[in-house]
């Protein structure tokens, strides 16, 4: 795969850093050697992976609201970032049926502040979105979306994220887009539509891994919101490597960058009771699930699956970890949280062997 130590000494921003993917990212950035600022409010969870990560220290982080450009400006402005990745959101589906105003300020004004301190930062070269396989139209059929499909999410984080991605499009259009009358400089900005990720140390609500760790934690049953509901899991270090590679090479050659779908194979599209019963293979001593379906609960999509065909083809992208493979290591994870061992050692551990596993590019 392409060398990834290009990071080594670069100046980065992560907004959302101390969630899950972005916890993960910052672990991957730091042991590459970059310079890392991070933005975002204070850990979403209890207990939280960024406070065992051991990557506070390490970074120039600070607890901060993409609501509130006044404040990103100024970190943009002293910490002078050359990458941003873009990862600070309102995540969950349910969430957002509870607070919809909150999801659409975090999800689609927090997009245009940042987009505003990428315009307004000069050092600025390379951006990348984060978003979700939630953006589409989904119409629940059998083959996946891609990337030139109509966004109109249903809910209001998947709408909120298509907004965040429409707004990206016209940031770049207007402002990101070289045009040597105008004087408009060149900053290189794509989106990355991920789906489902998995791994250790999520302890978000209404997620199936999370859940089964707190199950087995308790010694209970697991309990199945939506056993068949298809999704398209994949391990977190899947999507963060890809996001590393795009920024790393859409700065070289700006005429990469673009939308894309980060998502498993077709055979990884699994339903939640599959994954559920996966999670029992992997961890033994007789953890089981149940059905219970909700009834009159809010609305979330049956099936959803990506066409990763322009991935493949730009980058030679190639999935490293397969479903099965993805539930083992969480649940290897999961078995270090649980018995109190090592997490920075267990985070790096799975890191260096996803790195050295990874073929594509």
Excluded at 19 to 39: H, I, N, S
Excluded at 202 to 214: E, K, L, Q
Excluded at 303 to 320: A, E, M, P
């Amino acid at each position: 795969m392409r060398d990834l130590n290009w990071y080594k000494g670069r100046k980065v921003l992560v907004t959302g850093h101390t969630g899950f993917k972005g916890t993960w990212l910052t672990r991957m950035l730091t042991d590459l050697g970059a310079d890392v600022t991070g933005y975002s409010l204070a850990s979403p969870t209890d207990p939280a992976l960024f406070s065992m990560a051991d990557v506070e220290g390490r970074i120039n982080s600070v607890i901060g609201d993409v609501r509130d450009m006044d404040h990103m400006l100024k970190v943009f402005t002293e910490s002078r970032p050359e990458i941003v990745f873009h990862l600070a959101a309102q995540p969950i589906v349910r969430d957002s049926y509870k607070e919809p105003r909150y999801t659409y300020e975090t999800n689609v004004m927090g997009t245009v502040n940042l987009l505003e301190c990428v315009r307004l930062t000069p050092s600025v070269k390379s951006v990348l979105n984060v978003t979700t396989d939630k953006v589409y139209l989904n119409e629940e059929r059998e083959e996946g979306y891609r990337e030139d499909e109509k966004l109109d999410g249903f809910d209001p984080y998947s709408n909120s994220k298509s907004c965040s991605e429409l707004v990206t499009h016209s940031y770049k259009r207007s402002f990101f887009t070289p045009d040597m009358e105008q004087g408009i400089r060149t900053v290189a900005v794509s989106t990355a539509r991920a789906g489902n990720v998995i791994g250790g140390g999520d302890f978000a609500n209404d997620r199936i891994v999370p859940d089964c760790v707190r199950a087995v934690s308790k010694g209970a049953k697991l309990e199945v919101r939506n056993p068949y509901s298809v999704r398209p899991y994949q391990h977190v270090l899947e999507p963060l490597t890809v996001y590393l590679t795009i920024c790393m090479c859409q700065e070289e050659d700006p005429g990469i960058q673009g939308y894309y779908n980060v998502g498993p194979d077709d055979c990884d599209c699994v339903n939640t009771g599959t994954l559920a019963d996966l999670f029992a293979k992997h961890w033994g001593e007789g953890f089981s699930w149940e059905n219970k379906s909700e009834a009159g609960a809010p609305h979330e999509a049956g099936f959803l699956r990506l066409n990763c065909d322009k991935l493949k083809k730009v980058f030679g992208w190639k999935v490293t970890w397969n479903i099965d493979k993805a539930i083992a290591k969480t649940v290897e994870f999961s078995r270090v949280y649980l018995e109190g061992g090592d997490i920075p050692s267990e985070m790096d551990r799975q890191i260096n062997e996803f790195l050295k596993e990874a073929t594509y590019g």
